[in-house]
């Protein structure tokens, strides 16, 4: 028992100073564009999924979740600050999504299906506290408050029933460029006026 205990323990020091050689050698990728061995990328998805399962299991949606007024006002804070990175109808792809990694999944498309990425409560514990090591920022602390992030949560689940001639329409109907819920100060209307227009880049 003792010898065992003694070989268990050597194990798992040498495997430990592996590690901490690899390491230190820098080795280690950690570059957007290099991704993950496979069976890391799996790995790394349970312990996100065990996680996030355990924080949002007594998370209670609002029982309005699916009426008309949160769906039009997520519609416009979808559009401001999430379509970059997830996409929306008739949106192919963007510079932002190409290079993140892991990559946001395409929240407007009907692969994305409810039922594959969780329910309401997990959606909106992802929204209000992002995910760490990853692009999704946590919303809460840049002020949006929970009803605007169940305004996205319910806008969500229309969004992948919308045409892309639709989805404008109810960007156009809704309040929400204005940041509704955001304890911000409503910045001047950027939009179109990136110095980036026709993707001319140089570099
Ligand atoms: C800068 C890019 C970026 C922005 C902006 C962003 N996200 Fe994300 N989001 C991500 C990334 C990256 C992931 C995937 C993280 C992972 O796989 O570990 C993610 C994951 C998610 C998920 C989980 C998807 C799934 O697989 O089930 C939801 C829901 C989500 N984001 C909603 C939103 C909403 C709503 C907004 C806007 C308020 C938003 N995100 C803005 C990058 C972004």
């Not at 820098?26 to 399962?53: K, N, Y």
């Not at 408050?145 to 989805?167: N, V």
Request: proline share 5%; charged share 20%; glycine share 10%.
């Amino acid at each position: 028992m003792k010898q065992f205990l003694f070989g268990a323990v050597s194990a798992i020091g040498v495997g430990a100073a592996a590690g901490f050689a690899l390491i230190q050698s820098g080795s280690l990728d950690f570059a957007a564009d290099a991704p993950h061995a496979a069976g890391i990328t799996q790995l790394v998805a349970w312990a996100r999924e065990q996680s996030i399962a355990k924080r949002a299991r007594d998370i209670v949606p609002p029982a309005d979740l699916a009426s008309a007024e949160r769906i039009r006002r997520g519609a416009g804070n979808y559009e401001a600050m999430c379509a970059a990175c997830h996409l929306a109808p008739g949106v192919e792809d963007s510079e932002i999504r190409k290079g993140l990694y892991p990559i946001p999944s395409r929240l407007a498309q009907a692969e994305a299906k409810a039922a594959e990425t969780g329910g309401d409560s997990r959606r909106f514990w992802i929204i209000k506290h992002g995910i760490k090591g990853s692009g999704m920022p946590a919303w809460a602390q840049g002020g949006m408050d929970d009803a605007a992030i169940w305004d996205l949560t319910a806008f969500l689940k229309i969004l992948p029933q919308l045409t892309a001639a639709e989805y404008q329409a109810r960007v156009a109907a809704s309040p929400g460029h204005s940041h509704a819920g955001m304890a911000q100060p409503a910045r001047p209307d950027d939009h179109g006026g990136h110095a980036h227009s026709g993707h001319a880049h140089s570099h």
